[in-house]
């Protein structure tokens, strides 16, 4: 179950890499899956945005929807939900995960707000089978804090075009009742084929975190080498031997 949740972080982090800043966007992508010599396709994943007005000031809605098929569902069952508001600028507002897994049934939200010189997140999950909170936290920091969507706002603002490979960047991220270090890597240029036929000039990213004291990849994200970031295709590790792909179409 860890690298499933690892799997579903990360798909939806470079998912979204295509969706702000670009009003009423909507993006489709199919999922394949391998597990050793097994390949199959194993569902798709829906991205679109809205300009709104939230809590009296502009914001961008951004959700997300992931569904697998009856096949994959065997191998784990994916029925989420996201929604994030953002401010104009990519500040995180207010960010909530509908989890459906099975039986398993959870919805984590997270309220960010301020106070003078420390920035705040209160993150809360519930069991909605039950309709009882399961977990509280609060975390303060003396920086910003990001959830997926103001995280990908953040990188679209980076210039990596006088960029050498390896270059890093680490940032704070809600994940769940934690706030965790995702560190993003620029690791080149490649030529990419997308299930619409056609073939992008894309940047490839990887994004890591550290477990145990190593570091591991969890992610390599190949999107495209402009302004929009349009997420091409995304190669994602479950486990060893297993890994799932999504191709936009």
Not at 161 to 172: I, Q, V
Not at 200 to 216: A, F, H, P, T
């Amino acid at each position: 179950m860890v690298g499933v949740r690892f799997f579903k972080t990360s798909l939806i982090a470079l998912l979204l890499l295509g969706a702000l800043h670009v009003s009423a966007s909507d993006y489709r992508f199919n999922l394949y899956l391998s597990v050793g010599p097994i390949k199959m396709k194993a569902g798709t994943a829906r991205l679109y945005d809205t300009d709104i007005i939230f809590d009296g000031r502009p914001a961008i809605r951004t959700a997300m929807e992931m569904s697998t098929n009856p096949t994959a569902d065997k191998v784990f069952c994916l029925r989420d939900t996201i929604e994030s508001y953002n401010t104009k600028d990519g500040e995180s507002i207010f960010f909530s995960k509908k989890v459906n897994e099975g039986s398993k049934h959870n919805l984590e939200t997270a309220s960010f707000s301020k106070d003078r010189d420390k920035f705040i997140v209160n993150m809360t999950t519930w069991n909605m089978n039950t309709r009882e909170r399961t977990s509280h936290s609060t975390e303060w920091r003396p920086t910003r804090i990001f959830d997926l969507m103001s995280m990908i706002a953040f990188t679209q603002k980076i210039d990596t075009s006088e960029s050498e490979p390896g270059r890093t960047e680490s940032l704070p991220m809600v994940n769940g009742d934690m706030v965790v270090e995702q560190y993003l890597v620029y690791t080149g240029n490649k030529q990419v084929k997308a299930d619409n036929g056609r073939t992008y000039d894309c940047m490839v990213i990887s994004i890591r975190d550290y477990k145990e004291g190593k570091e591991r990849e969890t992610v390599k994200a190949y999107v495209t080498n402009d302004s929009k970031h349009t997420p091409i295709q995304l190669d994602i590790i479950l486990g060893t031997g297993t890994s799932i792909k999504a191709v936009l179409k």
